[in-house]
């Protein structure tokens, strides 16, 4: 299938990121959002699941995982959007046991209706052989809320008025159709990917700060390579869908 690429989205007021887990958000569009921030972008993050998984320590204190992590999420979206971080809002579904049911479609639809952002970007749904089923499930989830949050009869219950957001961004896009230059924001994408420190060792490979230069040199060779065919320096990919 020949792939037509979108020109630059023009930076919006505000984004509502809606991740998986803590960090999927950086890893997906954390250049992306950084630079929307610095052209005045208010930026939200909603994150679906608890991070519970997020350990090799059989033994881990999860209920600490579980706060650890949120904060850490947070620290995370002020390094991206400095005094443009917005919301931070946690689902708190069980982490490996996201759903894409009605009711947690309806928590997401809220967040849309009342966060109200120009902008949604989310997990593809249909990306292939990626297994973790909470991203596939949280790509379903976000589509899905899109298509309620913009009509006034689903969800009426809630009480609020219906949003039709601009655009739909799916970052691990399984065909992707838009690059946004992020030569500008790299390394501020890399600060916002270490403040997620419980996952230095399942993620990033490293048992500290120190060791990251490996993780750091993969983030930076693939953004790079995305960045080639469209003429830049470094580029996340995406998905993009306007008619919404
Ligand atoms: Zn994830």
């Known amino acids: 299938m020949a792939v037509t690429w979108s020109a630059e989205h023009p930076p919006p007021t505000s984004a509502l990121a809606v991740a998986a887990h803590p960090d999927d958000v950086e890893f997906g569009a954390g ?5 929307w921030a610095a052209a005045g972008c208010i930026v939200h993050h909603l994150v679906c699941t608890d991070g519970s998984k997020g350990t090799w320590d059989a033994g ?6 579980v706060t650890r992590r949120q904060a850490e999420q947070r620290e995370a979206a002020r390094r991206v959007a400095g005094e443009r971080a917005g919301e931070v ?4 579904c069980v982490d490996g046991d996201l759903e894409a049911d009605r009711a947690t479609i309806g928590l997401v639809v809220r967040a849309i209706r ?7 970007l ?3 749904p249909w990306k292939r052989y990626r297994l973790h089923p909470d991203h596939r499930n949280a790509g379903l989830l976000v589509c899905d809320a899109i298509v309620a949050a913009r009509d006034p009869h689903f969800f009426p219950e809630h009480g609020i008025a219906p949003h039709r957001p ?6 691990e896009a399984d065909v992707p159709d838009h690059a946004e230059d992020v030569s500008a924001t790299v390394e501020r994408k890399l600060a916002a ?25 993969r983030i930076r060779s693939r953004v790079a390579e995305h960045g080639v065919p469209h003429g830049v320096d470094a580029a996340e990919l995406f998905a993009r869908v306007t008619d919404l």
Do not use: C, Y
């Open 60 to 65: 881990a204190d999860l209920t600490a995982l």
């Open 122 to 124: 989310g997990h593809d």
């Open 193 to 217: 990917l270490e403040a997620h420190e419980s996952q230095f060792e399942t993620t990033m490979h490293a048992a500290d700060a120190s060791e990251l230069g490996t993780f750091r040199d």
């Open 89 to 92: 809002r946690f689902l708190g």
């Open 114 to 120: 009342e966060l109200r952002p120009q902008v949604v």
């Open 31 to 35: 250049g992306t959002l950084a630079k």
């Open 166 to 171: 601009d655009a739909l961004f799916l970052w």
